[in-house]
């Protein structure tokens, strides 16, 4: 990582060097389990992509638990699915927990949010839906450990401010984010930011492919799995957002244009991605 005006640049060998490594010993266990809160009658594919984003991220186990499923779990047998209500979440067991991508702005997302607080619950992402309750209901400040991962217009409705201010100020609206929410900010955009306690990192990655539905659900998963291992707050989200723009940097490399990448797509590369940073250590 480069010093850059306090910023440090988070490149292709800081991701090799965090990477988490192999062992013939690991098992589903090990590996860490992924719970998602994630995607809704409405919005059933914003959950499929964080769950099997989780997997390819390394993830032993994966839950997407949901109201009302929409899905099938014939159609998706890689993770397993949980019909949710306001009482059974708190008995499913896991390493970390995604809460809200596809999710709803409603009272339930509000009570998940504020019971995760109240047990002082280390391990957890808030991206989407989650935001926009926690600047709804005031909700702030969460965790030192937890994780959110706004675009401008979320982190804008945080501050109280305007999309196009946050994007003018990048680094000015991601420092007073992290000084309102008390944990880690990942700002996604063109190089997004992480900003931590003191710290700032711009993540070299990734192109305007990635400026489509469903991607940032894909970024979700991925931080999930990693922070499922046990990788610090701001290892998982910069290692996630690296690996999550190398994707689209890959994919343009393919001689493929920015403009037809889905969601998706990220995720088939994502194992491609892996190996190469991993090879390139060995």
């Not at 990635?210 to 990693?226: N, W």
Request: hydrophobic share 40%.
């Amino acid at each position: 990582m480069k010093k850059d005006e306090a910023v440090f640049n988070f490149r292709r060998k800081a991701a090799a060097a965090f990477l988490p490594p192999l062992s013939i010993s690991d098992n589903k266990a090990r590996r860490g389990r992924s719970l998602l809160l994630a995607g809704s009658a409405r919005y059933p594919g914003a959950g499929v992509l964080a769950a099997r984003a989780a997997l390819r991220m390394g993830s032993g186990y994966v839950t997407l638990a949901q109201p009302d499923i929409a899905i099938s779990s014939l159609e998706n047998p890689d993770f397993l699915l949980c019909d949710l209500n306001e009482k059974n979440w708190e008995t499913l067991q896991f390493d970390a927990i995604l809460v809200g991508p596809g999710f709803g702005v409603n009272k339930f997302t509000a009570s998940v949010i504020e019971k995760l607080k109240e047990r002082k619950t280390e391990r957890v992402i808030l991206d989407a839906d989650a935001l926009t309750v926690c600047a709804e209901e005031k909700l702030f400040p969460l965790l030192p450990t937890w994780i959110v991962t706004p675009h401008s217009g979320e982190l804008a409705r945080c501050l109280g401010t305007t999309s196009e201010q946050v994007q003018e100020q990048r680094l000015k609206s991601i420092m007073q984010a992290q000084e309102l929410m008390n944990c880690i900010v990942l700002l996604k955009g063109h190089h997004s930011l992480v900003q931590g306690k003191g710290r700032t990192y711009r993540i070299m990655s990734g192109n305007s492919g990635l400026a489509k539905a469903g991607t940032g659900d894909v970024l979700a998963g991925m931080i999930t799995a990693l922070r499922a291992r046990d990788l610090s707050p701001a290892t998982s989200a910069c290692l996630g957002a690296y690996l999550h723009g190398a994707c689209a940097d890959y994919w343009r490399a393919l001689h493929r244009d920015p403009l037809s990448l889905m969601a998706s797509d990220v995720i088939e590369l994502l194992p491609s991605i892996i190996y190469q940073i991993r090879s390139s250590t060995q």
